[in-house]
């Protein structure tokens, strides 16, 4: 009697092990396709992220106030992208209004460009601010 209740026992062990290792592969069959899925989609590239980036910068106004080497209403593409990487800051973050000014912080001026923020960089694709910023990263 003893020995059929061992038996059993590894019998039922046996088959709970199996069943968790087929739930795993299971899972992981799942997970596959679509980490492939991600992989294929066509990422821009970088060059594409930077061509947009040129043109939104003239079509959204960008450059009526931002130059790429001199300040003319606000701070040159070259000292905002300089300050970024020194501080290690986001172009994005401040684009999408979470990040405060670091670059020029006079009240005055900060205003201005939160009017900008404020009225059509809010209106903006994440893609469209990853291309702004990859391209104001480009003229560094
Ligand atoms: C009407 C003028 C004007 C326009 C248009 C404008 N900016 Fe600005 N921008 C400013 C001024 C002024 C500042 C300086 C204040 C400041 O640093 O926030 C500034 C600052 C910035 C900064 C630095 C922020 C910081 O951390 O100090 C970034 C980045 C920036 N602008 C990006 C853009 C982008 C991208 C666009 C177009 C989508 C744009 N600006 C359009 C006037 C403008």
Same mark, same amino acid.
């Given at each position: =009697?003893?020995?059929?209740?061992?038996?059993? &026992?590894? +019998?039922?062990?046996?088959?709970?092990?199996?069943?968790? &290792?087929?739930?795993?592969?299971?899972?992981?069959?799942? %997970?596959?396709?679509?980490?492939?899925?991600?992989? %294929?989609?066509? /990422?821009?590239?970088?060059?594409?992220?930077? /061509?947009?980036? %040129?043109?939104?910068? &003239?079509?959204?106004?960008?450059?009526?106030?931002?130059?790429?080497?001199?300040?003319?209403?606000?701070?040159?593409?070259?000292?905002?992208?300089?300050?970024?990487?020194?501080?290690? !800051?986001?172009?994005?973050?401040?684009?999408?209004?979470?990040?405060?000014?670091?670059?020029? &912080?006079?009240?005055?001026?900060? /205003?201005? =460009?939160? !009017?900008?923020?404020?009225?059509? +960089?809010?209106?903006?694709?994440?893609?469209?601010?990853?291309?702004?910023? /990859?391209?104001?990263?480009?003229?560094?």
């Amino acid at each position: =009697m003893k020995k059929i209740l061992f038996v059993f &026992t590894i +019998v039922s062990l046996a088959f709970v092990s199996c069943g968790e &290792t087929k739930k795993e592969e299971v899972k992981k069959e799942v %997970e596959a396709p679509a980490k492939e899925v991600a992989k %294929e989609a066509p /990422a821009e590239s970088a060059d594409d992220m930077v /061509a947009l980036g %040129e043109k939104l910068f &003239t079509d959204k106004t960008c450059v009526s106030c931002h130059q790429l080497d001199a300040k003319i209403v606000g701070p040159s593409v070259k000292d905002i992208v300089k300050i970024y990487e020194e501080n290690n !800051a986001s172009l994005v973050e401040f684009l999408k209004g979470n990040q405060e000014a670091i670059v020029d &912080t006079d009240a005055g001026q900060v /205003a201005i =460009m939160q !009017a900008n923020l404020d009225g059509f +960089v809010k209106d903006l694709k994440e893609e469209e601010l990853q291309a702004l910023a /990859a391209y104001m990263k480009s003229n560094k």
